[in-house]
């Protein structure tokens, strides 16, 4: 549901009706304190973690890549695989995301730096920092500005129009997760935008899309040509190339999940455009806050997550080192409770189920999820198979008569 400039629909509530000016400033203020806190006290400490990191990444993948000369053999092919798929996802996620967002500049590190590092995706580095850094963070969960939500491919709100191409949604999304690392480098290519708008032969897409094509190529040399014909003493190429192919698809599941589950669970708030129009720091900040979501778990499965499990606090300051956003969490936490603000932390299961349940959702009529018991199921499908098939007067009809009855049996059961 949108929220800041729009009434709340029934059964719902303004997250920040309760907060005036003032309070925002305040919030604002503390925030800005818990910031420098962290700049002032950053060092040494924090350089010998992310240095330990890559390390630590490097010898697995390194490891992992000589086990597999042998695949052919299950138990290499197994061992391999695993730790392949723990190599690049700690790459992904760990180390260049959060080397891309600037996190370790200060470190003042030529070979550990935003401007000089080149991840293991299909999607440039460069691209990927327009995409995500300057886009998605300043326009967090703004519908029509913030690619990140739903990837341009789902409806993401109730306030969207619903038509029956959402009904493929829930598909295209699992499809999107199993290639992810390509939808990725699709949309920060915005290349569904430059076909519809007839630009896919402007200079610029031009460059951009040769940039994509050369690192796919890259890619595909080295997990599947070279690795595999590394192998090829043992008989191992077609085990070698499907065992990167695996691990690939392992690394793009579990980013996939993982962002999913920091701004599309249920309870995480979108905006309208307007809503940014003339918007201040202390906004942002509070934007920020209530569009994104945490995960709880072990320091093993944050370091996994490229500690995006401690998403709000990454939205609030994504140039801080990741290491230090468990410490601030508590601080952060407690700032939601004073002023009355939904912190929205679950487990990795939880939220993934979240996550998944409001795609379903909103792949499907508002409110129709939400009605549909076994009883009237045979007249739910009905009434859904007429809104496939009719045209706009009849979906919009039904629409109305869905929201009735749901208005209805929300105010039955207060």
Known sequence: MTTIQKKPRI???NPIAHLDAEDLQLIAKELDDIRQS?????GERDARYIRRVIKTQRSIELGSRVVLLASLFPPAWVVGTAGLSVAKILENMEIGHNILH???DWMRDPKIHSTTWEWDSATPAAQWKHAHNELHHNFTNVIGKDNDLGYGIMRVDEDQPWHPMHLGQVALNFLNALFFEYGIAAYDLEFRGAIARGKTKDPK??????AVRDKIKRQVTKDYIVHPTLSIATGSFVSTMLANFTANTVRNLWSHSVIMCGHFPEGVQTFEKRSIDGETKPEWYVRQMLGSANISGSK???????NLSHQIEHHLFPDLPSNRYGEIAPKIKDLFERYGLDYCERPLPQQVYSAWHKVVR???PNGWLDTTTPRNLPGQLKRLFQMSTGGPKVRRALQARMTQENRRALAEAA
């Open 11 to 13: 059964g719902q509530v």
């Open 362 to 364: 909103l792949s499907l």
């Open 300 to 306: 093993l499965m944050h370091i996994m997550t490229g």
């Open 102 to 104: 600037g996190q370790w």
């Open 205 to 210: 897409f031009q460059r951009e899309f040769k």
């Open 38 to 42: 962290v700049i002032d006290t950053r």
